[in-house]
């Protein structure tokens, strides 16, 4: 089945590791995005890319950083600089030329710092 | 900038209510608006969107409808079943944008009771 597939579901990390999020679509969209969902706040955007080899920040960026080597693969690592990192992690994409503005998203990684 | 604010919750109701989860938006131009939904431990889901002012919105029973003059896209349900808890999302795409980079609300937790 086509969709979106997030690795781990669950994550455990110590104080000043890095750690990297998968994040995998056989949609064939061109853009794929990283959204942060804390308790209260909502969806907030991370980095997006609209195409390979090409990413842009989005509006919370500070501690995290993206490569948009494959069309299918955006992985999102969480550095040590990022302050909060405990957080529920989703991945979507879309078509990059639509208008529809529709995303799909995958199920999300929790991250958990101890 | 752009924003979203909806009405926060949880929302509690018995089965067969009547749903309003209240929206509105903050945005130049003629954004696109949507309503996405989450179960529990999945990710969202596109439930309805509507691209231009007067325009209604519908899917399994639910309706929005884009109101230019009160920046409203308020979502509506007449008669809700358990299976319809989740959490829901009103969600915006800025006018004239290239991407499809949305910006969301805080989410509001429906509960409905047998």
């Known amino acids: 089945d086509g969709g979106i597939t997030q690795s781990p579901k669950y994550l455990f990390r110590k104080e000043g590791q890095n750690v990297t999020l998968s994040c995998e679509q056989n949609?064939?969209?061109?853009?794929m995005y990283w959204y942060r969902q804390d308790p209260g706040q909502g969806l907030r955007l991370i980095y997006y890319s609209q195409i390979v080899n090409d990413f842009q920040k989005g509006d919370i960026a500070e501690g995290y950083s993206v490569s948009r080597e494959k069309k299918e693969s955006f992985p999102l690592t969480v550095t040590s600089a990022q302050k909060n990192p405990t957080a529920f992690y989703l991945c979507a994409s879309s078509l990059g030329q639509s208008n529809t503005g529709e995303l799909f998203f995958g199920e999300g990684s929790r991250l958990t710092v101890l | 900038g752009d924003s979203v604010t909806q009405m926060e919750g949880p929302v509690t109701l018995s089965e067969e209510a009547f749903l309003t989860i209240n929206c509105t938006y903050t945005a130049t131009g003629y954004p696109s608006l949507f309503w996405y939904v989450q179960y529990p431990g999945e990710g969202l889901q596109l439930l309805l969107k509507?691209?231009?002012?007067?325009d209604k919105g519908s899917n399994k029973g639910f309706e929005a409808t884009y109101r230019k003059e009160t920046t409203s896209f308020h979502l509506e349900k007449g008669s809700v079943q358990v299976s319809d808890s989740a959490v829901y999302f009103c969600a915006l795409r800025g006018d004239g944008g290239a991407t499809n980079k949305l910006i969301f609300g805080t989410g509001t937790l429906l509960a409905v009771q047998p």
């Open positions: 949609l064939n969209h061109d853009a």
């Open positions: 509507a691209t231009k002012a007067d």
